[in-house]
């Protein structure tokens, strides 16, 4: 049983996220609230959000998997007007989820989830966290994408720095500690990863002024990040690509 009510603004802000890195996705309803975990087909980038029932205007579930069209979703939301909450309810008999919007009733196929991935976010000890502002990040990004396909992200205990390097011209974006929410970092660490991957994530985040990140030296980048008014958290995780000598 699911049955629920949500503003569109963040039903909108859900679906993006998750569309960053997936067409279909595992929507675990539970008691408490919703949980999605999902990979990107090419296992470079992985994402898990939690929305409490509290983000929710009304929701109720007993605990139940259902697979989720991201695209037929997006469909649903261009139907709502600011202000105009969404209902949503599992038609166990039909296996569908039926959307009302207003006047319109929206039904929509579930997708068998016996195929899909159900990824654990790897326990890694990331040495460096650092919070930055999410308008800077996208400064940096915009920046960078006219210079190459990669980006470093680096970190020492001076501050953040975000550099792209292609074969002629080359584009820095540098933060000093100052200039960071907060920053705890003993050494200076360095990893390259595909920009658009990480372009897209940082372009997903539309309400959280701050992001979280967490970071190594060639390892993963973990960027942190409420939504909902902190009623739901969203964890992004993108693996290196390891820089040759």
């Known amino acids: 049983m699911f049955k629920a009510k949500v503003k569109p603004e963040v039903l909108k802000e859900l679906v993006e996220i998750v569309a960053t890195l997936v067409d279909e996705a595992k929507f675990s309803v539970e008691k408490t609230g919703l949980v999605i975990k999902a990979v990107d087909p090419a296992h470079v980038a992985m994402v898990e959000l939690s929305l409490s029932k509290g983000g929710f205007e009304e929701y109720k579930a007993d605990g139940s998997e ?22 949503i309810e599992h038609d166990e008999d039909r296996n569908q989820l039926v959307f009302q919007v207003g006047n319109i009733t929206r039904r929509m196929s579930l997708v068998d989830t016996t195929g899909m991935s159900d990824p654990k976010v790897p326990n890694l000890t990331l040495p460096v966290k650092l919070s930055v502002k999410t308008s800077e990040l996208r400064q940096g990004i ?53 920009l658009d991957y990480f372009s897209n994530m940082v372009k997903a985040i539309s309400t959280a002024s701050v992001v979280t990140m967490r970071m190594g030296n060639d390892y993963p980048v973990k960027l942190e990040f409420s939504i909902a008014d902190g009623k739901g958290e969203v964890t992004y995780l993108l693996a290196p690509r390891i820089e040759s000598e």
């Open 66 to 87: 259902l697979g989720v069209d991201i695209d037929k979703t997006k469909e649903v939301l261009r139907l709502a007007t600011a202000g105009e909450d969404i209902s």
């Open 142 to 194: 915009r920046a960078s994408e006219s210079v190459s396909d990669h980006i470093a992200l680096i970190a020492d205990p001076d501050g953040f720095e975000m550099l792209s390097e292609g074969d002629t011209d080359s584009v820095n974006l540098k933060l000093p500690k100052d200039l960071l929410e907060e920053i705890e970092c003993k050494e200076e660490s360095r990893s390259l990863f595909p």
